[in-house]
T-cell receptor
Framework: DTEVTQTPKHLVMGMTNKKSLKCEQH?????MYWYKQKAKKPPELMFVYSYEKLSINESVPSRFSPECPNSSLLNLHLHALQPEDSALYLC??????????????FGEGSRLTVL | GQNIDQPTEMTATEGAIVQINCTYQ??????LFWYQQHAGEAPTFLSY????GLEEKGRFSSFLSRSKGYSYLLLKELQMKDSASYLC???????????FGQGTELSVKP
């Protein structure tokens, strides 16, 4: 299994809603990442989990809350989002648990629209 | 500061060769990656260079010069399906943080 699986693929939510994005990998990778990507822009790093501990938070607003329940799962909890938060949210994993980048395997992404 | 530069757009002809350049200035260096991203899809890994020189993988090759802060991705025998955005990314000294360039949108014409 060489896949990173993300659900849902599409999500539309209002500014008062609470929703979650989910990511799963079964490659035994020890680092997992959340990236945000706007149209025609490169991915922007949001969070890095290394060995299930949050190692990088790129000054992301608190309305985004990551969670790593175990080494295979990564969630992103969303609450009180703004329309400008509409984007493609990419989950990635890497074998290198020290967090030195390494080859990132990306999921298909969750396309979020905030109304 | 940290900066990665690559051309915004390139156009090439089917069957030809194209070279996409990337220059970088980063705090520390733990490797340079090239990713391909088709519109609406996730990035997929193409190559990784950590030592100077050329890495060849089928129709794709990637070159690195650490002293010059320079890399290129070479695509041979271009096919229409190679039309995509090509992202140069550097792993610096902040563990886990991959810094992406803006991406080069390659259009392959018949």
């Amino acid at each position: 299994d060489t896949e990173v699986t993300q659900t849902p693929k599409h999500l539309v939510m209002g500014m008062t809603n609470k929703k979650s994005l989910k990511c799963e990998q079964h490659m035994g990778h020890r680092a997992m990442y959340w990236y945000k990507q706007k149209a025609k822009k490169p991915p922007e790093l949001m969070f890095v989990y290394s060995y299930e501990k949050l190692s990088i938070n790129e000054s992301v607003p608190s309305r985004f809350s990551p969670e790593c329940p175990n080494s295979s799962l990564l969630n992103l909890h969303l609450h009180a989002l703004q329309p400008e938060d509409s984007a493609l949210y990419l989950c990635a994993s890497s074998q290198d648990g020290t967090g030195n980048g390494g080859e990132l395997f990306f999921g298909e992404g969750s396309r979020l629209t905030v109304l | 500061g940290q900066n990665i530069d690559q051309p915004t757009e390139m156009t090439a002809t089917e069957g030809a060769i194209v070279q996409i350049n990337c220059t970088y200035q980063t705090s520390g260096f733990n490797g340079l990656f090239w990713y391909q991203q088709h519109a609406g899809e996730a990035p997929t890994f193409l190559s990784y260079n950590v030592l100077d020189g050329l890495e060849e993988k089928g129709r794709f090759s990637s070159f690195l010069s650490r002293s010059k802060g320079y890399s290129y991705l070479l695509l041979k025998e271009l096919q229409m399906k190679d039309s995509a955005s090509y992202l140069c990314a550097v792993s610096g000294n902040q563990g886990g943080k991959l810094i992406f360039g803006q991406g080069t949108e390659l259009s392959v014409k018949p």
